[in-house]
């Protein structure tokens, strides 16, 4: 059974910095990518930050220079530092893990976590 475990929301001011983390276990293919996306109150999901097996990474032009993706591979743990938060990155925080094997490539999520930025 495949678990994506996450920690590190909470709520801090605006210019704060929040770490959040991803553990994922239990996944029988290959990892190709670790990543973040957030949806706010009353908006769609959106991307955040994704970051390759080979340590590629993309950022959504909102983050850009204020958050950081990085990952521990022997760990299948994804880090995402936020800088200089913005009311506007308050959300729920979803980790998602993109897998393959020879037939499928399913990708998994885990349950969220709030963030919460207060002007």
């Known amino acids: 059974q495949v678990t994506l475990v996450e920690s590190g929301g909470g709520v801090v001011q605006a210019g704060g910095s929040l770490r959040l983390s991803c553990a994922a276990s239990g996944i029988s293919g290959r990892i190709a990518s670790m990543g973040w996306y957030r949806q706010a109150p009353g908006k769609q999901r959106e991307f955040v930050a994704r970051?390759?097996?080979?340590?590629?990474?993309n950022y959504a032009d909102s983050v850009k220079g204020r958050f950081t993706i990085s990952r521990e591979n022997a760990k299948n743990t994804v880090v995402l530092q936020m800088n200089s938060l913005l009311p506007e990155d308050t959300a729920v925080y979803y980790c998602s893990v993109d897998t393959w094997t020879q037939t499928t490539s399913p990708t998994y999520w885990g349950q969220g976590t709030q963030v919460t930025v207060s002007s």
């Open positions: 970051i390759t097996i080979g340590g590629s990474t």
